[in-house]
């Protein structure tokens, strides 16, 4: 143990203070009577000792290893700290996909010269919109031939895109309809998806894929009391959907 050099002459002094005391004392031929000195002297002594163990051991001790917090982690939760959110980055992915898909059906469109349509890309869905004078007859669910050409490219690409559920949903206006085959807007509807749905899978878009709805006049887009606004609303809707992945068919638990 090395012991700092003013420690050792404080102690020397104190030595010397004590020496000349005594000498002083025997050269006057007194009797010590100093025994309190000599105590107070002693227990000095020990203090300087004890302060210099005192010293010695935090010189030689281990420096604590500084540790910085993030505030913005104080309150959180085990699990926050551990795992911390992360970004919606698939979400992002399908949207950039939707949009690539976007691009292509637009060609397909341009390629058979559909004019009266709409695409739009929202809420990781894709919809198609077909107008109801270049699909339908008024009052009929039959397809005309003019929009078939682009179906069935459309089906083409439907099976090179695996991933994607198939959702045909038909919305009319609210003219009234009542006839043996339609008794009202709701089969008429459920009759124009059922039709365009069908033609995919004739196109071979796997069944499992496709999902019909009939709406109809319930889901307008348009004004009902302009003509304008009723031409809108008769229309069919093809939706594209991310496929959710499941490691098993869900009736086959049945």
């Not at 990781?124 to 031939?145: H, M, P, W, Y």
């Not at 339609?182 to 899978?201: D, H, Q, T, Y």
Request: overall charge negative; charged content about 25%.
């Amino acid at each position: 143990m090395i012991i700092p050099e003013n420690l050792i002459s404080e102690l020397e002094i104190s030595e010397l203070k004590r020496l000349r005391l005594k000498r002083q004392s025997l050269l006057e031929g007194d009797e010590p009577e100093d025994s309190s000195l000599w105590t107070m002297l002693d227990i000095m002594t020990l203090v300087l000792a004890f302060f210099i163990m005192l010293y010695s051991n935090q010189t030689h001790k281990p420096q604590a290893v500084e540790t910085k917090h993030d505030p913005s982690l104080v309150g959180q939760t085990v699990e926050t700290v551990k795992a911390p959110a992360k970004p919606a980055k698939k979400d992002h992915e399908s949207e950039l996909d939707l949009l690539t898909i976007e691009d292509r059906l637009h060609q397909v469109m341009e390629k058979s010269n559909i004019s009266n349509y709409s695409i739009k890309v929202a809420n990781n869905r894709l919809v198609l919109t077909l107008g109801e004078e270049i699909s339908f007859l008024s009052g009929q669910a039959k397809l005309l031939d003019y929009i078939k050409p682009a179906l069935k490219d459309m089906a083409v690409f439907f099976i090179t895109e695996p991933g994607y559920k198939i959702i045909v949903a038909g919305h009319t206006d609210n003219t009234p309809i009542h006839t043996a085959q339609f008794p009202s807007n709701w089969e008429l509807s459920a009759a124009r998806a059922m039709s365009v749905a069908g033609f995919l899978i004739d196109c071979r878009v796997a069944p499992e894929r496709i999902n019909i709805e009939g709406f109809g006049e319930y889901r307008p887009i348009g004004d009902n009391t302009h003509f304008l606004g009723r031409e809108a609303n008769r229309r069919v809707e093809i939706s594209l959907v991310r496929e959710a992945k499941k490691s098993e068919n869900y009736y086959e638990s049945f």
